[in-house]
């Protein structure tokens, strides 16, 4: 036990303080937004907001610009889905949680190419030399630039996406030294399973009610 300990304090040794107390508020943000979205609560996004900015400075001063990048649009699409999750028509909000449809899901597919060019095409422009770890996050930052977006449309495959990305992303962070952030992770994909659940469990109360 006290290897891991050991294995996730290490690398804050030489952190400045400061950076370590954001990263510890990201945390607690992040992961009680991801507890919002299980529970379909609009406070997903305000509280998604702090973490995704809190990170997006982070990753910056780390280095890290396609994860940076990504934080920035969760910042974006974190306003656009308040708003859309906010629309009411009536006392009955208008977007219910459902399933994709095909048309959405080659959306989503173009999303994910989308978003994997972009990032690259980041990491060139400021001449990177492109590792493994970067060719995962260009990867993960697909998946989680297209799982962002099903989530703003309360699709239920919104949580399929955001399983896999933490899974691929929980090691990747660890290897970079930001064990609060793999730990934040590995916390993000127990949620997104128990999220899955509970939005199908509501999807298909609505189906057998409609």
């Not at 943000?29 to 529970?39: D, P």
């Not at 610009?65 to 708003?83: A, E, H, P, R």
């Not at 994709?100 to 990032?119: A, C, H, P, S, W």
């Not at 422009?125 to 977006?149: C, R």
Request: glycine fraction near 6%; hydrophobic fraction near 50%.
């Amino acid at each position: 036990m006290s290897q891991i300990f050991d294995f996730f304090l290490e690398a804050y040794r030489n952190t400045p303080a400061f950076q370590i107390g954001l990263e510890a508020v990201a945390f607690v943000f992040g992961v009680a937004s991801v507890w919002y979205a299980k529970q379909e609560n609009i406070l997903v996004y305000p509280t998604g907001i702090i973490c995704t900015v809190i990170t997006v400075y982070l990753l910056f001063i780390n280095g890290y610009l396609g994860d940076m990048l990504m934080n920035f649009y969760y910042s974006v699409m974190s306003i656009y889905g308040w708003w859309n999750w906010s629309r009411k028509k009536g006392d009955n909000y208008l977007i219910p949680i459902s399933r994709t449809t095909t048309r959405e899901k080659y959306i989503g597919v173009g999303l994910f190419v989308l978003t994997m060019f972009i990032t690259y095409s980041v990491y060139n422009a400021f001449d990177y030399t492109l590792e493994i770890p970067n060719y995962i996050d260009i990867v993960t930052s697909g998946i989680f630039f297209t799982a962002m977006w099903y989530m703003a449309i309360k699709k239920l495959e919104n949580w399929t996406l955001w399983i896999l990305g933490d899974i691929i992303t929980i090691p990747l962070y660890a290897y970079r030294g930001l064990g609060m952030l793999s730990l934040q992770y590995l916390i993000f994909t127990i949620l997104a399973i128990y999220g899955y659940r509970e939005w199908k469990r509501n999807l298909d109360k609505n189906l057998q009610t409609a």
